[in-house]
């Protein structure tokens, strides 16, 4: 099973920008669907983007929608979330998790997502 690690969190000015990566150890993640999830401060988990093993198949949250670009390197292993135009209610810990259980084309909140991360804070403020 693989082991998930986050990466490229941080402080940013709103209007900026944060490159987010994920990439696994003791196993390969070409074969799994890698999703993005954030917790804001006082709220629960919330879907952020998802992409298949492929990456033919992605999909986002209406708040990502025109922001965020979720791809993959199965060559290297890692899946990015690029984060644009950032306000402070993107303010979050983002996770990453994995899943082999999905259907085509993808969608976020009905796959059943196995494998976590432990986070990355990003920080937006002035």
């Known amino acids: 099973q693989p082991q998930l690690v986050e990466s490229g969190g941080g402080l940013v000015q709103p209007g900026g920008t944060l490159k987010l990566s994920c990439s696994a150890s003791?196993?390969?993640?070409?074969?799994?669907?890698i999703g993005w999830f954030r917790q804001r401060p006082g709220r629960g988990r919330e879907v952020v983007s998802c992409i298949s093993s492929s990456g033919g198949s992605t999909d986002y949250a209406t708040s990502a929608k025109g922001r965020f670009t979720v791809s993959r390197d199965n060559i290297v292993g890692r899946v990015n979330l690029q984060l644009n135009r950032l306000t402070p209610e993107d303010t979050a810990v983002y996770y990453c998790?994995?899943?082999?259980?999905?259907?085509?084309?993808?969608?976020?909140?009905?796959?059943?997502?196995?494998?976590w991360g432990h986070g990355t804070q990003v920080t937006v403020s002035v």
């Open positions: 003791g196993d390969s993640l070409d074969y799994y669907a």
């Open positions: 998790a994995a899943t082999e259980r999905y259907q085509l084309p993808i969608r976020c909140a009905a796959s059943q997502w196995d494998y």
